[in-house]
């Protein structure tokens, strides 16, 4: 006899019984064994909150290495620093604390023998037992307003500890997040369009960080008192009694700004110097975050290749494409004919006009109101005016930086590079490695440099920059591979369905053969998915027929025919399957696009699905539910 199992399934527990539904005494009786299964829950509990146990065990890892991150950072600087002469420390001394000799079994230690080190890093620059300042703040304010002679060593230590000072905190800073904040008033009054929402609230968030110190700023200004660095009003901050640490962050920008005015206030010392490029790589060098590329999913039709990104410029054209052609259009008086689609010429024309554009989403409204005046006749279309469509930003913003021609774009550098085979190349950039740059760099220096300095874009580097904070993040469902190659029957006009179907033929049949055989392959194509639609309409229609006898009554023995095998349709079951047929292909299609033969074969195909219904001698409705 069979007996029913049922769970209970808990966060950390499965309770369990076994009942033999065929023992008629008592319920009771009726379960042969119950019980429950307890087990560790998957979540920690501490005072009644519950945490993840990975990120408990993650939380001090993440600790250790900011801290290594910010050992090697002041490492780095004053290893400049010393070499330059701005810091009285020296090789052995620094040696002692950054390098590790496991040969000697010596671990790493603070050069505590250092007494110049330690004076200079107490603020005692002439030694005498008293520090010159109250706070590295002061100091850093002396800089900004007083010309010190680097000829003497006093002097140039000041200006290292400045730098010391820096280095140990130099802002919070977040890929593209400071440069929207600087550009948020110029994009506003130029045009420049900051089009994604993370950005936007990262701009936001950005701006509340470094927000009042500008402010304060800003107000010794407007009372007659010019603050040019953030050290400065650091300075005058402490002065009035507020605590720096507690209240005041600045962010990295302005920690930059204050070491570039610096530079340029202090006669004897230069921006263009390599000084200053080592202060500046040592203070404020960005490791690159670990590439999150293997994280990325697979192509649903190339298992083998990963998801092309959302911002590249064919992804655009095939999202656009895939749009354009499912538009359709009618007369709006029924009797003159049915749905039709746009010709290729109309649709390349609605891709330039409508889609490429700075504009990443609008309504298709605008569609409608151009076909409508490329027409000069107003129609109905398959889609509502406020239906929202995905444009084509980035390929926009890339024709207007170079041409009409962009997709062959190609510059030619005076620069030359060997590769593996000891062999002379020239350097050279088309639009893809463009993307390449646009899609993977992080900081703002970086894009403006590869512009002015590799692409000759000195005149353009600020739309260049806008392009690059354009850059929409994530990943669509299929490969740059697969993409490329339905692409191309797209373009033809063909629909996506068919487009997919024809996708990989040339690559199979090579291009010779594809190309004598392509008329007859797209023609084929397109009469196998006409029928294939054909097939599942009727089975839907048949499927709808089933689900609305079974609807008629909850139970099985109420309904007509229950368990009669030999049931046969009758006149009352044809009219239904016809009215199922009209209501699924649509009265206009049915009367005056399908020919008299093709709605019988159609009826009659469904009759047999739904007569095949009542014939069945297992009486589920899923063997025929498709």
């Not at 083998?304 to 538009?327: L, Y």
């Not at 129609?379 to 406020?386: G, P, V, W």
């Not at 020919?595 to 063997?623: C, D, G, M, T």
């Amino acid at each position: 006899m069979e007996n029913i199992l049922g769970l209970d399934l808990g966060t950390n527990s499965i309770g369990f019984s076994i009942r033999n539904p065929h023992i008629d005494n008592d319920i009771i009786q009726q379960f042969v064994k119950y019980g429950a299964l307890v087990f560790k829950k998957g979540v920690g509990s501490e005072k009644g909150n519950e945490f993840s146990y990975a990120a408990k065990r993650t939380q001090k890892r993440s600790i250790r290495r900011l801290i290594q991150s910010r050992k090697y950072r002041i490492w780095e600087t004053l290893d400049v620093l010393m070499k330059n002469g701005f810091c009285p420390i020296t090789e052995e001394e620094l040696n002692q604390w950054r390098r590790y000799d496991k040969k000697n079994g010596l671990n790493r230690k603070y050069p505590v023998q250092a007494i110049k080190f330690e004076q200079w890093v107490k603020l005692d620059f002439n030694r005498d037992g008293i520090p010159d300042y109250s706070s590295p703040f002061q100091l850093r304010k002396e800089l900004a307003t007083v010309q010190l002679d680097l000829k003497n060593e006093i002097e140039r230590h000041k200006i290292g500890r400045a730098f010391y000072h820096i280095a140990q905190r130099r802002g919070f800073k977040s890929s593209k997040g400071e440069t929207i904040i600087e550009q948020e008033k110029e994009a506003e009054e130029k045009g420049f369009e900051i089009e994604t929402e993370s950005q936007i609230d990262l701009k936001r968030s950005e701006k509340r960080v470094a927000g009042k110190i500008e402010e304060y700023i800003l107000l010794k200004r407007d009372n007659g008192f010019e603050i040019k660095t953030v050290g400065w009003a650091l300075a005058e901050l402490e002065n009035e009694g507020n605590r720096i640490r507690e209240n005041w962050t600045p962010i990295r920008q302005q920690y930059e700004n204050e070491i570039k005015y610096i530079f340029d206030f202090q006669i004897q010392l230069s921006i263009d110097s390599s000084f200053f490029k080592d202060v500046h790589k040592a203070i404020f060098y960005k490791r690159p975050l670990r590439s999150q590329k293997g994280l990325v999913g697979k192509c649903t039709l190339e298992p083998t290749k990963d998801r092309c990104p959302v911002s590249h410029p064919d992804f655009e054209e095939f999202r656009a494409w895939s749009f354009i052609n499912n538009i359709q259009l009618k007369e709006k008086t029924v009797e003159k004919g049915g749905w039709q689609n746009l010709d290729i010429d109309t649709k390349k024309a609605l891709y330039n006009k409508c889609f490429l554009r700075t504009k990443a989403n609008f309504k298709f409204l605008e569609i409608k109101e151009f076909l409508i005046k490329h027409f000069n006749h107003h129609f109905s279309f398959n889609y509502n005016d406020r239906t929202n469509v995905a444009g084509c930003p980035i390929s926009a913003r890339l024709k207007n930086l170079f041409g009409d021609d962009w997709i062959n774009y190609y510059f030619t550098t005076n620069k030359t590079r060997i590769d593996k085979k000891g062999i002379n190349h020239t350097v050279t950039y088309n639009i893809e490695d463009i993307w390449h740059v646009l899609f993977s760099f992080e900081d703002e220096e970086k894009i403006i440099e590869f512009a002015e300095n590799k692409l000759d874009l000195k005149d353009k580097s600020r739309a260049f920059l806008n392009l690059w904070l354009s850059i929409p993040q994530g990943y669509s469902m299929l490969s740059l591979k697969a993409i490329k190659n339905i692409n191309l029957f797209l373009k033809k006009g063909l629909i996506y369905t068919d487009a997919t179907l024809l996708a990989k033929i040339p690559e199979i049949l090579g291009n010779e053969l594809w190309k004598e055989n392509e008329a007859i392959f797209i023609k084929e194509i397109g009469s196998l998915t006409e029928k294939n639609r054909t097939e599942k309409r009727i089975l839907n229609i048949a499927n709808s027929l089933i689900s609305q006898y079974k609807a008629k009554s909850l139970d099985f023995n109420e309904q007509f025919a229950y368990k009669n095998t030999d049931y046969k349709l009758d006149d009352t079951d044809y009219t239904e399957i016809e009215n199922f047929c009209i209501e699924g292909f649509g009265e206009n299609s049915w009367k005056k696009d399908f020919q008299i033969e093709k709605r019988y074969r159609i009826k009659e195909e469904v009759a047999n699905l739904y007569q095949s219904f009542f014939s069945s001698s297992n009486y589920s409705p899923k063997k025929y539910l498709i």
